[in-house]
């Protein structure tokens, strides 16, 4: 089996100087509104990532915390990144929605977390967990992410 192309360039990038905004500037190519919130991956192994929103004006709600979408944005932007460096090579994915409560107030730095076991890609629903973390540990949302598994049509010549 080759190696997950989305792995092997967040590796390559984290040797860099600048790497994690070399990453981030690559996912934003592929997704453009990823960058509307300036998350960037700081951990990613298979069924496994994690990436951090920084509290700045720009991503602030009316009581100065940061934006409940914007995490959501980042959730889902954890959540994606996992499903590419860990989805079996012969499965797709698609998202079908998303369920969070706000348990917490984010007003510090954002860890965004999403994680799964390697035996949950099967064909069907599965629900991603996903929490965001202030910089204290403490969870600020919490939910899931409900994907839709299929198999890769198979390829015509």
Same mark, same amino acid.
């Given at each position: 089996?080759?190696k997950n192309?989305?792995?092997?360039?967040?590796?390559?990038?984290?040797?860099?100087?600048?790497?994690?905004?070399?990453?981030?500037?690559? *996912? /934003?190519?592929?997704a453009p509104?990823?960058?509307?919130? @300036?998350?960037?991956?700081?951990?990613?192994? %298979?069924? $496994?990532?994690?990436?951090?929103?920084?509290?700045?004006?720009?991503?602030e709600n009316?009581?100065?915390?940061?934006?409940? *979408? /914007?995490?959501?944005?980042?959730?889902?932007?954890?959540? @994606?990144?996992?499903?590419?460096?860990?989805? %079996?090579? $012969?499965?797709?994915?698609?998202?079908?929605?998303?369920?969070?409560?706000?348990?917490?107030?984010?007003?510090?730095?954002?860890?965004?977390?999403?994680?799964?076991?390697?035996?949950?890609?099967?064909?069907?629903?599965?629900?991603?967990?996903?929490?965001?973390?202030?910089?204290?540990?403490?969870?600020?949302?919490?939910?899931?992410?409900?994907?839709?598994?299929?198999?890769?049509?198979?390829?015509?010549?």
């Amino acid at each position: 089996m080759s190696k997950n192309y989305v792995l092997s360039q967040y590796k390559m990038a984290k040797k860099l100087p600048f790497g994690d905004r070399l990453f981030a500037r690559a *996912i /934003a190519a592929k997704a453009p509104y990823f960058k509307t919130v @300036g998350a960037r991956v700081v951990y990613l192994e %298979p069924h $496994h990532c994690e990436c951090v929103i920084k509290k700045r004006r720009a991503v602030e709600n009316h009581i100065g915390t940061v934006h409940v *979408i /914007a995490i959501c944005n980042g959730l889902e932007l954890a959540m @994606g990144v996992m499903a590419e460096a860990s989805i %079996p090579r $012969h499965l797709r994915w698609i998202p079908k929605g998303m369920s969070v409560d706000y348990t917490g107030k984010a007003g510090s730095d954002i860890r965004c977390v999403a994680q799964i076991a390697a035996e949950d890609w099967k064909v069907g629903d599965l629900q991603v967990p996903v929490t965001a973390y202030d910089q204290a540990g403490k969870p600020v949302v919490q939910g899931h992410i409900k994907l839709w598994i299929s198999e890769k049509p198979a390829k015509t010549t």
